[in-house]
C-alpha cells in the first residue's frame, strides 16, 4: 500500500527553520519524481518544488528559491524539505507528493501544518 | 493571484451536468497537459483527471475534461451531493519553469 507520512511541522518564529520529511514505504520510491505542495490557511493549493528519481533535476516556485532546499534519500525512501528564512506567509499545511511526471500526482500524505508567526 | 484562472464558486442541483472552465495562456495550458484534482475540506487532493482527458481508475466516468487552445473545463454530469468539493487545474508552466493551479472552484451541490 502506498504510504506518504510527513513529519516535522510545527510553529517557528519568522527568520527560523524547520526541516519537513517524507517517509514513503510501499512503493519503489527511487523510480518516482516526489514533489511539496501547500496551502495556506483558507486558500489554494501552491506547487513548492520537486525532485527527480536521482536527484539530478530539482525546481522551485520563485518565491521559495533560495530559501527552500528539496532533497531525498532513496536508501531510506524519504524526501525532505529544509525550509530557512521562513516567512508569515509560508505558513500552511504541506503535502509530501508522489509526481508521476505527466501522469499526475497520485498519492498525497495527510499533510503536516507549518505555522510561521511570532 | 492564480497564474490559471477558475471560477471561485459554482452550484448545480442532483442530476444535472456541470462544468467549470480554467484559463491560462500559451506557456502553460495552451503548451502542455491540464491536470485536475478534487480536494474535500480537511482533506488531500486526489487526482481526478490527468494528461488534460484521462482519468485515474477509480475516478467515475461522470467526470470527464477537455482542453481548446488556453483554456481547459472540467465536466461532471449527473451531479451528486457527494460531488461537493474544491476543485482544482494544474499545469506545467513552461516559462517560468513550475507547476501552477488555478485557485480552486468551491462547487455547491443545491
Known amino acids: 500500500e502506498v504510504q506518504l507520512v510527513e513529519s516535522g511541522g510545527g510553529l517557528v518564529q519568522p527568520g527560523g527553520s524547520l526541516r519537513l520529511s517524507c517517509a514513503a514505504p510501499g512503493f519503489t520510491f527511487s523510480i518516482y519524481w516526489m514533489s511539496w505542495v501547500r496551502q495556506a490557511p483558507g486558500k489554494g493549493l501552491e506547487w513548492v518544488a520537486n525532485i527527480r528519481e536521482d536527484g539530478t533535476e530539482i525546481f522551485y516556485v520563485d518565491s521559495v528559491k533560495g530559501r527552500f532546499t528539496i532533497s531525498r534519500d532513496n536508501s531510506k525512501k524519504s524526501v525532505y524539505l529544509q525550509m530557512n528564512s521562513l516567512r508569515v506567509e509560508d505558513t500552511g499545511v504541506y503535502y509530501c507528493?508522489?509526481?508521476?511526471?505527466?501522469?499526475?500526482?497520485?498519492?498525497w500524505g495527510q499533510g503536516i501544518p507549518v505555522t510561521v508567526s511570532s | 493571484q492564480s497564474v490559471l484562472t477558475q471560477p471561485p464558486s459554482a452550484s448545480g442541483t442532483p442530476g444535472q451536468r456541470l462544468t467549470i472552465s480554467c484559463s491560462g495562456s500559451?506557456?502553460?495550458?495552451?503548451?502542455?497537459?491540464v491536470y485536475w484534482y478534487q480536494q474535500f475540506p480537511g482533506k488531500a487532493p486526489k487526482l481526478l483527471i490527468y494528461?488534460?482527458?484521462e482519468r485515474p481508475s477509480g475516478v467515475p466516468d461522470r467526470f470527464s475534461a477537455s482542453k481548446s487552445g488556453t483554456s481547459a473545463s472540467l465536466a461532471i454530469s449527473g451531479l451528486r451531493s457527494e460531488d461537493e468539493a474544491d476543485y482544482y487545474c494544474?499545469?506545467?508552466?513552461?516559462?517560468?519553469?513550475?507547476?501552477?493551479f488555478g485557485g480552486g472552484t468551491k462547487l455547491t451541490v443545491l
Open positions: 494528461m488534460t482527458i
Open positions: 500559451s506557456s502553460n495550458i495552451g503548451a502542455n497537459y
Open positions: 494544474a499545469a506545467w508552466d513552461v516559462s517560468p519553469r513550475n507547476w501552477v
Open positions: 507528493v508522489r509526481d508521476r511526471d505527466w501522469l499526475g500526482w497520485d498519492y
